[in-house]
């Protein structure tokens, strides 16, 4: 049978890359070890090989087709295919099932840390999780799987239930988790800027692959797609109505990536299309108020654990069951009468909604407005010090001393004052020189729309 130089050396290229994301090495490291495997003195020969020529012999070509089928965990279609391609379809390797029969799928692997979960523990959304679970790991199922829904609303927190569901019992190899959210610092402000090519950088890099992050957008295309379509990798890309490409384009540009890797995407914005879109409303009203009772028993307002339950059902209702309101108002509540605060959350609701801002903007602006005229000027400028950080990164004790150029002490019970607020989250503390601390998203976009015009002194 004639070779097939280019498809040999696709499926060659394909294999490599698969191998090096299963085993986290550099290409020339794989290439050299799969040059010792059947032989030869390093990688040299595989390269000679990716650029279209094939080998010669058939027990090199055998050779290389067990190891690739070893440690990529590739299929015996596959080896079909790639031995076809090497002008040998007759080998008995191919005949032989004891060389696939012990080949397993690596373990499990997050990329990139994944970022702090603002709640607790997440109730009321049990049978989401389960329903967009079952989507992910049907094999069969929609490629593309979407939680849209109001900011704060609790799509990043459900997107993480799922994420951790994955990785207790999952058909992929690599969790990527990417945010358009992501912030530079320029010039003081903080600007945003995601595109589809910061989609295909961010997936390159957590794969340990800089290399093809300075490849033309083409050939950088054909090298991942050549990685996600061998090896099921799930990628998460959470905040997308903040990129500078719509969401539809950027599901568009996906698609060629997906099947058997997957995505998983959540926005404001409604999804339309072929997506697997599952719009993520408010709590219940019985599941609202358990989780202001948890809240208040964490932060310790024991008038509030002890409230009535038309009293909480009211809160439930003006907020929409929204979770981060719901927090807000339970803070508030601490230090207001619950009659002024349902007051003031009523005003909120019958107020128009700001143009362009979407629906939930006016309603949050009122909400952090009251929290905020809660704070004293240290809060104050603890809060403001805090927006400069990127949210899911978070921010150390030393860098907030640093930015907000508070004395100690004042510090120090600014960051507790805000936490009873529910403006700051502390990080889950895995060390105690490791503790960090968060803003919510929206509470930044307050912060940064509004007070930062308050003359604060750095």
């Not at 049990?126 to 609303?153: H, K, M, N, Q, S």
């Not at 003081?188 to 295909?200: C, G, H, K, M, Y």
């Not at 981060?324 to 959350?345: E, F, G, T």
């Amino acid at each position: 049978m004639t070779p097939s130089p280019d498809k040999f050396a696709e499926l060659l290229t394909e294999a490599v890359y698969r191998i090096r994301l299963r085993e986290s090495k550099s290409l020339q490291v794989v290439q050299d070890e799969l040059g010792h495997a059947i032989g030869r003195e390093g990688g040299s020969v595989i390269t000679y090989w990716r650029r279209g020529n094939t080998p010669s012999k058939l027990t090199d070509l055998e050779g290389l087709t067990h190891e690739l089928m070893r440690r990529g965990g590739l299929a015996h279609d596959w080896a079909q295919q790639f031995m076809a391609a090497g002008g040998f379809p007759e080998s008995s390797l191919l005949t032989n099932q004891s060389v696939t029969s012990n080949i397993l799928p690596s373990p499990l692997t997050v990329t990139q840390a994944l970022p702090r979960n603002m709640y607790r523990r997440l109730v009321g959304r049990e049978a989401l999780v389960a329903e967009l679970v079952d989507v992910l790991f049907d094999p069969d199922g929609r490629w593309c799987v979407a939680i849209d829904g109001l900011g704060g609303i609790g799509k990043t927190a459900v997107a993480l239930e799922v994420v951790q569901h994955c990785l207790e019992h999952s058909p992929f190899v690599h969790i990527i988790w990417l945010s358009a959210a992501v912030q530079r610092e320029k010039s003081d402000t903080l600007q945003t800027s995601f595109s589809f090519e910061d989609v295909l950088n961010g997936i390159a890099l957590q794969l340990n692959l800089p290399e093809i992050v300075k490849l033309p957008r083409l050939e950088k295309e054909k090298r991942l797609q050549a990685v996600m379509q061998y090896s099921p990798i799930l990628v998460v890309l959470d905040n997308l109505e903040t990129a500078s490409e719509s969401q539809e384009t950027i599901v568009a540009q996906l698609r060629p990536f997906l099947n058997p890797s997957k995505v998983l995407l959540t926005c404001r914005e409604r999804f339309t299309g072929e997506v697997y879109a599952l719009h993520l409303g408010g709590l219940s009203e019985s599941t609202a108020i358990g989780f202001m009772r948890q809240d208040a028993l964490e932060k310790g307002i024991v008038h509030l654990q002890e409230a009535k339950t038309e009293q909480l059902a009211s809160v439930a209702t003006v907020t929409g069951g929204s979770p981060l309101a719901l927090k807000l108002v339970v803070s508030q509540i601490a230090y207001l009468p619950l009659d002024l605060v349902l007051q003031h959350l009523k005003q909120a609701t019958s107020l128009p909604h700001v143009i362009g801002g979407g629906e939930y903007v006016s309603f949050y602006k009122y909400v952090f407005s009251r929290s905020w005229s809660l704070l004293d000027d240290p809060g104050k400028c603890l809060l403001v010090a805090m927006a400069r950080f990127v949210p899911s990164n978070g921010s150390s004790f030393a860098a907030l001393h640093h930015t907000s150029d508070l004395p100690h002490v004042d510090l120090i019970s600014s960051i507790d004052y805000l936490w009873r607020l529910s403006l700051l989250e502390i990080g889950e503390i895995e060390s105690l020189h490791q503790i960090r601390y968060y803003l919510h998203p929206l509470t930044q976009y307050f912060v940064l729309s509004d007070i930062a015009r308050v003359s604060i002194r750095w």
